[in-house]
């Protein structure tokens, strides 16, 4: 409860003990005949109550007790005190992924503790949006925030060499955010000349390496290389060869080839534009080219550089 002091003489002057902030008038907290003056003293210290009313002395004289609250004034700027002592809570930026998710990539440093208030809170105002997939791509310097984002829920989806993409279906309903990628794709190049010749090579290094097979120049395309320009530029690596594409003669799948993986293989007709042989020796054993139709039983087209 509030006390209040009251000086020897007949002065009308009244003090709050444990106050806070500026002096309040009687006038300011006097409702009818109680004080506006709060008994929750943890919230007011400092406050000087000069009551200059005449009916303060008539109270006082009869030892009236008074009941205290605090003012309405005093309590609104407590509370946005406390609000100004907890920092707010940042919320997630995500792009639309165009089928009712959102796309988060991160990029700047964040404490973990810090990362996950903030994913909760984004997640619930995800899901008040109605929102579906949530994606969060997480680059190998923010490692230290996947384990927080799975015990949100998140599951691995796919990596690369230089982040980790993480997803997460809100919904009650059944999941139909897409596979990882389930597919490598493969090139080989028939490069024939005028002469009738065929470009061949043999492999230093593989399953092929050392049992002197003759094959076509053969290898994987790169990440968003076109099969036509993947097909001319191994020809190009393995042999010092320039060629020009001319079409697609064949393709075949294989199916859990490569870490699970199906392998789509395309076989392209290649126009050579060069005619000098500079084999690369990291991987090639031998490269020449021959009349085509001879040697054609030891001719190979698979079994690429995939690791063993």
Not at 4 to 31: E, G
Not at 128 to 140: A, M, N, S, V
Not at 207 to 213: F, M, T
Request: glycine share 6%; with cysteine; aromatic share 8%.
């Amino acid at each position: 409860m509030l006390r209040f002091l009251s000086r020897p003489s007949s002065s009308s002057s009244f003090h709050l003990i444990k106050s806070r902030n500026a002096n309040v008038t009687a006038n300011q907290i006097l409702c009818g005949s109680s004080f506006a003056i709060n008994s929750s003293l943890d919230a007011i210290k400092g406050v000087k109550v000069r009551m200059m009313s005449p009916l303060i002395n008539y109270v006082r004289a009869r030892g009236i007790s008074i009941p205290v609250r605090t003012p309405p004034l005093l309590m609104e700027n407590v509370k946005t005190v406390q609000n100004n002592d907890a920092p707010p809570v940042q919320l997630l930026y995500g792009s639309n992924d165009g089928h009712g998710g959102v796309i988060v990539d991160l990029k700047d440093p964040m404490d973990s503790h810090l990362f996950v208030a903030s994913l909760r809170a984004s997640l619930s105002q995800w899901k008040r949006q109605g929102k579906k997939g949530i994606w969060i791509k997480i680059p190998i310097e923010l490692a230290n925030l996947v384990e927080a984002a799975v015990k949100e829920g998140f599951r691995f989806h796919h990596a690369e060499p230089k982040y980790l993409m993480l997803a997460h279906w809100l919904p009650e309903t059944p999941n139909t955010l897409p596979a990882n990628v389930t597919h490598q794709v493969g090139v080989g190049a028939f490069v024939m000349n005028d002469k009738k010749e065929v470009l061949v090579v043999q492999e230093r290094i593989g399953k092929l390496q050392g049992i002197g097979l003759w094959k076509f120049p053969t290898g994987v395309i790169n990440e968003g290389e076109d099969i036509c320009v993947g097909a001319v530029r191994e020809v190009k690596e393995e042999t010092g060869i320039d060629t020009e594409f001319v079409e697609v003669l064949a393709f075949s799948e294989s199916t859990k080839t490569f870490f699970e993986k199906s392998d789509l293989f395309f076989f392209c007709m290649l126009r050579p534009r060069s005619f000098e042989i500079q084999m690369q020796e990291l991987e090639i054993e031998a490269a020449q080219v021959l009349l085509h139709g001879s040697s054609r039983d030891e001719m190979v087209t698979s079994n690429r550089h995939v690791p063993t």
